[in-house]
């Protein structure tokens, strides 16, 4: 099942919040995009439904940016929300299976605790996808260059190979 990427940050965040460890904004956008690639990689279905854009300093989520966008460097102290037809607020949040769970908790334990410029450094490989959709772009002027999930998952698939299976 493909989630909303805003709710699987709001579930970051709270296992982030149970280890009292700050999540930065680029934190969780790194998070997000090396936990989406693994999910096509291994199970060939997005872990979310958005799309992932190429931006002058890496891949994003654009709707994450948005609803996290206001911490900047900082720690997010609040889940991204949504508003009714009354304008309330409520997080996002997402009905997980067992198995994405299990997957989520993975990907946190894998992440958490690679800095997050180490994550953006990783995330700009030469021959991954954000190099190979933003190559000849003006990215200054061109913001938002969808980076296709068979680039993303094709690229995933040569990092589980090389690695044996393992993520």
């Known amino acids: 099942m493909t989630h909303?990427?805003?709710?699987?940050?709001?579930?970051?965040?709270?296992?982030?919040?149970?280890?009292?460890?700050?999540?930065?904004?680029?934190?969780?956008?790194?998070?997000?995009?090396?936990?989406?690639?693994?999910?096509?990689?291994?199970?060939?279905?997005?872990?979310?439904?958005?799309?992932?854009q190429a931006w002058k300093h890496g891949p994003v989520i654009p709707e994450v940016y948005r609803a996290f966008r206001g911490f900047g460097k900082f720690p997010i102290t609040t889940p991204a929300d949504t508003h009714d037809e009354r304008f309330e607020c409520t997080p996002y949040q997402a009905e997980l299976s067992p198995i994405t769970a299990r997957y989520l908790a993975s990907v946190w334990d894998s992440y958490k605790v690679i800095s997050p410029y180490k994550l953006s450094d990783m995330s700009h490989a030469p021959d991954g996808p954000w190099a190979q959709v933003s190559a000849g772009q003006d990215l200054d002027t061109n913001r938002g260059v969808p980076i296709p999930k068979t680039i993303i998952r094709e690229y995933f698939v040569r990092l589980v190979q090389k690695r044996g299976g393992g993520g």
Do not use: C, S, W
Request: glycine residues 4%.
């Open 4 to 52: 909303d990427a805003r709710a699987l940050a709001n579930h970051f965040l709270q296992l982030a919040k149970l280890e009292a460890r700050p999540l930065t904004h680029l934190h969780m956008q790194k998070i997000l995009y090396f936990g989406h690639g693994y999910h096509l990689a291994y199970y060939d279905d997005p872990l979310f439904t958005q799309t992932v």
